[in-house]
Structure formats: C-alpha cells, structure tokens
C-alpha cells in the first residue's frame, strides 16, 4: 500500500477527533473520505500531510513511519478549497512554486509548467493574474500547483465546494479522468455524495473521527452499514422493523426479506426507487404531503395515517399532485436490512 493509517488518533482537549482510525490507500486509487462537519475528516487529510502531529498511531508512506519526516519532505500534495493562490504572484508564479521551492531549474520549471496548464485546460494562460480567473479557473491553477511537483500522493480538501453545482459536476468527471490519465494516488475529503460517488474508486464514510463504513460507491450505495450512513446519503425510508423468518413486519406493513436474514429487531432501508405507487384504496393509503423537483425525477413525501413518511422517487409526468391520495407497496428488491 501506498498509504497506511494504523490507529490514528489525534485529540483536541481531550476529545478524540480522529479515533483509532485504521485505512489503506493503494496506488493509483482514487479514495473520497465523506462525512459531516466534524467527523475528522479534514484532521486526518492534515495528519497524512504531517501538519497535525498524531497523538496515537502512525502515518506510513510505502512502509515508511512518517513521525520524523517534515511536511515538505512527504512528497504528498495538498489542495485546499479556498485554493490559497499568491495573488502577487501570476498563474504561472504559481504552478511554478513548489519546482522552485524544490531548486529545479528555470527552463525545466518552465516546460512543467506549461505541461500542466495544457493538462488542465489552460493553455497559454501562465501570464495571467490570479485575480482575473473564474472560481473554476483558480481551481484549474491550484490542481495544476498540487500536481507540479509530480507527488506521491495528492490530498484534495473539499476541492470543489466554493463553485456552483454545474461547474463541480463537469469538472468531477475532468478530474476522474485527468487522474486516470496520470495515474495519480488520490485522497480527497468531501461533504457531497455526489462528488465523491462520481470520482472515487472507494468511498469511505466517516463519523465522530471513526471509519463508519468503507467500499465502493455502488457497494455504499446498495448496503448502507447503518442508519447513520443510510440518512448521511440521503435516504429518508430509514425505520426499525421486526424480522421474523421471511419477512419484517414494518410500520408500512410487511415486506418479504431475503432467506437467513438475522431475526429480531433490525434498522430497515426502502430506497425510493422502491416505493410504488398504486391507484388510491390499494395497498397502503397515503396523502401526498410534498414534492420536491430533482432534475431526473420527483421526490414524492407520502403520509400514511399511522406511520412515518415514506419518500418515493416518480417520474415527473406520473407524480402525484399534493393532496392527492394514493396507494402504496413496496418492492422487496429494494429494502436493505442494515446493521
């Protein structure tokens, strides 16, 4: 492994902001840590950069304990979301930085340079001022800075979160394949789903400075591991049921569940794509309560008379209206037991 945490512990007045976390990142993958504010998600970025000394635990690069080795001397890279450009200095000045820092000469700093601006969709922009780019422009320079010194690894601290959502989602993609290209070792931290789904090889979901659940995007996606995870990616179907034998007898009824499911009391998951809709007097009876546009499709917040809400996920032309009454069943396929 390229990257190994092993019981990483760092504490702020006493409270553990990273908690024993133990993480593997190989080379050439692409690893997204999501979690809330406050889930250690930034300390531990600063921890594998040697800016946030451990108070337990180690950072190994190649093999390597990392306690002894200054910051400039990881050969990690560190992108920060508000870019932290020099506005005295030109796009240039600043993708040239770190090669200077690190004493390479002025032509072979120059041809670098110039290589990365075309690699970032800038060519020919080394002239400019910082000052005169777009958000997403400025973005473009701080990669290209991160990338200048040919890093081991590169560490993306809510890359994209200052720009809007059009500009993230193209440049998402962008970055996936650029890193492809390169064969670049990222981690990155994020707080959109999306964001991480759309760039990560693996997803890693933290919470009060632990690892909640690890795997790839459609493994996270299918199998949340608890309620925590389920409602951080934005289910709402999220109940406790009581699974006995085949089935789980749940506020919205009983649902068929797969074969050797462990019974008793468990955390249920009904993706909304599982909620059909059926005419009113079928099924579960339910008012429309909300709708909310989601470019690809409603989101339709039913209210049965005594249960919680449940969300489905309609086509635009078919979704119900608010007030209207509906029947509802749910698709086995789509109910996860979590835990």
Same mark, same amino acid.
């Given at each position: 492994?390229?990257?190994?945490?092993?019981?990483?512990?760092?504490?702020?007045?006493?409270?553990?902001?990273?908690?024993?976390?133990?993480?593997?990142?190989?080379?050439?993958?692409?690893?997204?840590?999501?979690?809330?504010?406050?889930?250690? $998600?930034?300390?531990?970025?600063?921890?594998?950069?040697?800016?946030?000394?451990?108070?337990?635990?180690?950072?190994?690069?190649?093999?390597?304990?990392?306690?002894?080795?200054?910051?400039?001397?990881?050969?990690? @890279?560190?992108?920060?979301?508000?870019?932290?450009?020099?506005?005295?200095?030109?796009?240039?000045?600043? /993708?040239?930085?770190?090669?200077?820092?690190?004493?390479?000469? $002025?032509?072979?700093?120059?041809?670098?340079?110039?290589?990365?601006?075309?690699?970032?969709?800038?060519?020919?922009?080394?002239?400019?001022?910082?000052?005169?780019?777009?958000?997403?422009?400025?973005?473009?320079?701080?990669? *290209?800075?991160?990338?200048?010194?040919?890093?081991?690894?590169?560490?993306?601290?809510?890359?994209?979160?200052?720009?809007?959502?059009?500009?993230?989602?193209?440049?998402?993609?962008?970055?996936?394949?650029?890193?492809?290209?390169? @064969?670049?070792?990222?981690?990155?931290?994020?707080?959109?789903?999306?964001?991480?789904?759309?760039?990560?090889?693996?997803?890693?979901?933290?919470?009060?400075?632990?690892?909640?659940?690890?795997?790839?995007?459609?493994?996270?996606?299918?199998?949340?591991?608890?309620?925590?995870?389920?409602?951080?990616? @934005?289910?709402?179907?999220?109940?406790?049921?009581?699974?006995?034998?085949?089935?789980?007898?749940?506020?919205?009824? $009983?649902?068929?569940?797969?074969?050797?499911?462990?019974?008793?009391?468990?955390?249920?998951?009904?993706?909304? *794509?599982?909620?059909?809709?059926?005419?009113?007097?079928?099924?579960?009876?339910?008012?429309?309560?909300?709708?909310?546009? $989601?470019?690809?499709?409603?989101?339709?917040?039913?209210?049965?008379?005594?249960?919680?809400?449940?969300?489905?996920?309609?086509?635009?032309?078919? *979704?119900?209206?608010?007030?209207?009454?509906?029947?509802?069943?749910?698709?086995?396929?789509? /109910?996860?037991?979590?835990?």
């Amino acid at each position: 492994m390229l990257l190994s945490l092993e019981t990483a512990t760092v504490r702020f007045g006493g409270r553990a902001v990273l908690d024993g976390v133990g993480l593997a990142v190989a080379e050439q993958e692409i690893v997204c840590v999501l979690g809330p504010s406050g889930s250690g $998600k930034s300390t531990l970025l600063r921890a594998v950069a040697g800016l946030q000394p451990l108070d337990a635990g180690r950072v190994l690069l190649d093999g390597r304990d990392q306690a002894a080795v200054p910051v400039h001397r990881r050969e990690v @890279g560190l992108m920060f979301q508000d870019h932290q450009l020099f506005p005295q200095r030109d796009v240039a000045g600043n /993708v040239g930085f770190g090669l200077r820092m690190h004493g390479t000469a $002025k032509d072979e700093r120059a041809a670098r340079v110039a290589e990365l601006l075309d690699l970032v969709g800038l060519p020919g922009a080394g002239g400019r001022s910082v000052a005169a780019l777009s958000g997403g422009e400025q973005q473009r320079v701080a990669l *290209a800075r991160a990338l200048a010194p040919r890093p081991r690894l590169l560490m993306l601290d809510e890359p994209l979160g200052q720009l809007d959502r059009t500009l993230r989602e193209r440049l998402v993609v962008e970055l996936r394949e650029l890193f492809g290209r390169l @064969g670049t070792t990222v981690l990155a931290v994020t707080h959109d789903q999306g964001e991480a789904f759309a760039l990560a090889d693996r997803v890693v979901v933290m919470r009060d400075g632990r690892i909640a659940q690890s795997g790839t995007p459609l493994e996270v996606w299918q199998r949340p591991a608890d309620a925590f995870v389920a409602r951080f990616l @934005g289910f709402e179907n999220v109940v406790e049921a009581s699974v006995d034998g085949r089935v789980a007898i749940t506020p919205w009824g $009983k649902v068929p569940v797969a074969e050797g499911a462990a019974e008793g009391v468990r955390t249920l998951l009904v993706r909304p *794509a599982g909620v059909r809709l059926l005419p009113a007097g079928e099924g579960l009876r339910c008012t429309v309560a909300a709708r909310a546009f $989601k470019g690809t499709h409603v989101a339709v917040h039913l209210q049965p008379a005594d249960a919680p809400r449940l969300e489905a996920a309609c086509a635009l032309r078919s *979704a119900p209206e608010v007030g209207d009454e509906v029947g509802v069943e749910l698709d086995p396929a789509d /109910v996860v037991l979590l835990d």
